[in-house]
């Protein structure tokens, strides 16, 4: 059964390549996840220069309500940053603001496909020989997304400008702000996490650069030798500490159960080796502050995706998925950070 | 749980039944049933316990806000009579906005009640602690 999206997504190409003819759209189907954005993979295919061609594509295309508010342009911007730098991320193709071609704003991507996301799989074999490589390429990486000059690659023209004295408290504030707005209980763990993080704010940033957002285990691909093949999920990337990014990578609610930073190591090799690919050191102290940091921001995500599901703007069981699953563990790990589990 | 587990529910029902017709795209029924059976599943676990975690986190709550009246005055009584969740759920995030008033008042001022509130509030998450929990 063909679905109604593909002749609309084959004519909105068809309107991008002027050259092309014959353009079509088939295999859609939907990816699991994805509260942020819907994402379906497709082949497209069309006729060009006489010769028969296809490619494997990614739609990214808004909900009617989002787990988190983001600029779409912030998010392509970002992909076509790092795309073809030592940060493997897929090629960005068209972005649509409007809401005219497909009801919602999207963007095309390539598909970097034959590669696993999910971070389920890589408990079992064959995956369980790979953390400590994996755990390499995600740092090394992370580091690597640190180290880039946001003037270079374009990405401070798009992205709003932060002091490094300021970067903390303009995230913190950001965040306290979503649950002030959106929480629907009242939240004692979270809200002494936030008190303490006023009381004893970090240094300021060692540089001011790119930050991914949701940087962890989930979030790229990755394959049965341990090496990652493109990032994802960019629709948090701001300007900012890129201790933000590490501390998010090691909330202990992306441990899943396992007590080690991502599942995969023990959390000092981590920092080791972001340090090293960074160049940057995490102090103790500062990292401390951040980790602690986005345990308030994954909270707030939480709370927002409730909450989208609470005002009726977004029905789906995405949305109340992670206030159920998550918002316990997300307490739980605000304790185990201030030592309190 | 928020959402609540009946309002989910309602809303899942009407998911399945909407999914049931033949004329569903399959990419959209496999997209949304999918993530509906893990609702059910987490609902199914939560429910036997959830009156009782919610009376204890109650009663506990209440006793450390009338343990800290001198630092912040606890909210009036409240009788307890209505055993629905709907009602617990309400009266638990009425004492859990008192007790985060209470407990910044005695942060730095009175240890001994601040470990007490600290106590019980590792407590109440292991009360809500799920089977696969990420903590």
């Not at chain 1, 295309?61 to 989002?66: F, G, I, K, L, V």
Request: net charge negative.
């Amino acid at each position: 059964m063909s679905h109604p999206l593909e002749p609309r997504i084959a004519a909105y190409i068809a309107a991008q390549m002027p050259d092309a003819t014959d353009v079509a759209v088939r295999d859609l189907s939907r990816i699991s996840g994805g509260a942020s954005r819907e994402t379906y993979r497709f082949v497209g295919s069309w006729t060009q220069g006489g010769q028969a061609r296809e490619r494997k594509l990614i739609l990214r295309r808004d909900p009617p309500a989002s787990l988190i508010d983001t600029e779409r342009r912030i998010e392509f911007e970002a992909y076509r940053a790092f795309h073809g730098t030592s940060v493997p991320a897929p090629e960005m193709l068209w972005l649509e603001e409007g809401d005219g071609p497909l009801d919602h704003p999207f963007f095309i991507a390539e598909e970097i496909a034959g590669f696993q996301a999910g971070p389920g799989l890589l408990w079992a074999e064959p995956y369980l020989g790979t953390h400590a490589k994996l755990a390499e390429r995600k740092w090394t990486i992370l580091g690597e997304i640190a180290k880039a000059d946001p003037v270079a690659n374009g990405l401070a023209e798009v992205m709003p400008a932060v002091a490094a004295g300021d970067c903390w408290n303009r995230e913190l504030t950001y965040w306290e702000d979503v649950l002030d707005a959106d929480e629907a209980e009242p939240l004692p763990i979270i809200r002494a996490a936030i008190r303490w993080l006023r009381a004893n704010p970090p240094p300021p940033a060692q540089k001011v650069g790119v930050v991914h957002g949701d940087y962890r285990t989930g979030n790229f691909l990755y394959d049965t030798g341990g090496e990652i093949h493109g990032v994802l999920d960019w629709e948090m990337a701001h300007l900012g500490d890129p201790l933000e990014d590490l501390g998010w990578s090691l909330n202990p609610i992306w441990s899943f159960g396992r007590g080690l930073a991502g599942g995969l190591v023990p959390q000092d090799q981590a920092v080791a080796i972001w340090e090293r690919s960074s160049g940057l050191v995490a102090d103790p102290a500062a990292l401390h502050w951040w980790i602690l940091f986005n345990c308030v921001k994954g909270q707030a995500i939480w709370v927002s995706s409730a909450r989208a599901w609470l005002d009726g703007g977004n029905r789906e069981p995405i949305m109340v998925y992670p206030a159920w699953a998550m918002t316990n563990a997300q307490d739980r790990a605000a304790l185990q950070v201030m030592g309190r589990l | 749980m928020i959402p609540s587990v009946p309002a989910v529910l309602m809303d899942l029902a009407g998911k399945v039944a909407a999914n049931a017709a033949p004329s569903v795209n399959p990419v959209d029924r496999a997209s949304a049933l999918g993530l509906s059976a893990m609702l059910m599943g987490l609902a199914a676990e939560s429910w036997d316990s959830a009156a009782h975690h919610l009376v204890m986190e109650n009663r506990a709550f209440r006793a450390l806000l009338a343990k800290g009246a001198a630092y912040a005055p606890p909210p009036a009584e409240h009788a307890e009579d209505d055993f629905r969740l709907s009602a617990l759920a309400a009266e638990n995030g009425r004492l859990r906005a008192a007790l985060i008033t209470l407990q910044t008042a005695v942060e730095g001022r009175d240890a001994a009640i601040n470990d007490a509130i600290w106590a019980e509030l590792r407590a109440s998450t292991e009360r809500r602690k799920t089977q696969g929990s990420a903590v």
